[in-house]
Nanobody, 122 residues
Framework: QVQLVESGGGLVQAGGSLRLSCAASGRTVGNYAMAWFRQAPGKEREFVAAINWNGGYANYADSVKGRFTISRDNAKNTMYLQMNSLQPEDTAVYYC???????????????WGQGTQVTVSS
C-alpha cells in the first residue's frame, strides 16, 4: 500500500506562487508514475500534470502549461508542483496520485492523497 499526503496549499493573491508537496509512505514510489489533479466546487476532478517514474518525462494540462512545473525526488519519496502566476480559476482542491503506469486519466490511478486547498483571490 502507498499512502500519500499533500501539503503546501493556502490562500494567495492572483499572480502569486505556491509549491505543493506530496510525500509518499508505506512503499517507495520510485517505480510509480505520479500526477496532480484538482477539483473545483461543482466540477469534476481534472488532470493537472503527470510525471513518469524517473522524472524524465512530464505532461501538463493546457490550462497550466508554462505556469506549473511538476518534479519529483525519489530519494525523498516526494513529488512537487511549483505553481506560478496563479489565477482565480486555479482555485481548487489539489490531489496527488500514484499509479504503476503513466496516465492522464483519473480512473487509472490507484493511490490518492486527501487533498490540499488552493485558493487564489483576485
Amino acid at each position: 500500500q502507498v499512502q500519500l499526503v499533500e501539503s503546501g496549499g493556502g490562500l494567495v493573491q492572483a499572480g502569486g506562487s505556491l509549491r505543493l508537496s506530496c510525500a509518499a509512505s508505506g512503499r517507495t514510489v520510485g517505480n510509480y508514475a505520479m500526477a496532480w489533479f484538482r477539483q473545483a466546487p461543482g466540477k469534476e476532478r481534472e488532470f493537472v500534470a503527470a510525471i513518469n517514474w524517473n522524472g524524465g518525462y512530464a505532461n501538463y494540462a493546457d490550462s497550466v502549461k508554462g505556469r506549473f512545473t511538476i518534479s519529483r525526488d525519489n530519494a525523498k519519496n516526494t513529488m512537487y508542483l511549483q505553481m506560478n502566476s496563479l489565477q482565480p480559476e486555479d482555485t481548487a482542491v489539489y490531489y496527488c496520485a500514484a499509479h504503476q503506469m503513466y496516465s492522464r486519466r483519473v480512473s487509472e490511478y490507484d493511490y490518492w492523497g486527501q487533498g490540499t486547498q488552493v485558493t487564489v483571490s483576485s
